[in-house]
């Protein structure tokens, strides 16, 4: 009468899982706060470095880029940087997910997509 029911356990673990899940993300936070990424421009004239939940740190500019070469060349860096740094959380949310143990049908597509999915 009861065979059917040896999901159940999974189905706690999961839920266990789950309700860990605010206390994981306030630490997958504090650690991306802390991760740093790099996007330069095309040039190679503009590097920024923005940490892994998108904040600007730091930004290198050669002095004799102008105009709209330098505007194009900021856009392309901080472009670069910030899809990195979504790059950098999906990677590291989905290791999350994996250790934890949550084991959803296309939940790695989801944080993939959530992150930008590279785009």
Request: proline fraction near 3%.
């Amino acid at each position: 009468m009861f065979k059917n029911l040896g999901g159940l356990g999974n189905m706690a673990s999961m839920i266990g899982a789950v309700q860990q899940l605010p206390e994981k993300m306030k630490e997958l936070n504090e650690v991306m706060a802390a991760e740093r990424v790099v996007g330069r421009s095309e040039c190679g004239r503009v590097e920024m470095t923005m940490s892994g939940t998108g904040l600007v740190h730091k930004v290198d500019i050669d002095p004799e880029l102008t105009g709209e070469d330098l505007q194009t060349a900021v856009l392309v860096a901080s472009n670069q940087a910030g899809a990195a740094a979504k790059e950098l959380f999906a990677t590291r949310a989905a290791e999350m997910a994996k250790d934890m143990n949550i084991q959803l049908p296309g939940l790695e597509n989801m944080i993939k997509n959530l992150a930008g999915g590279g785009a």
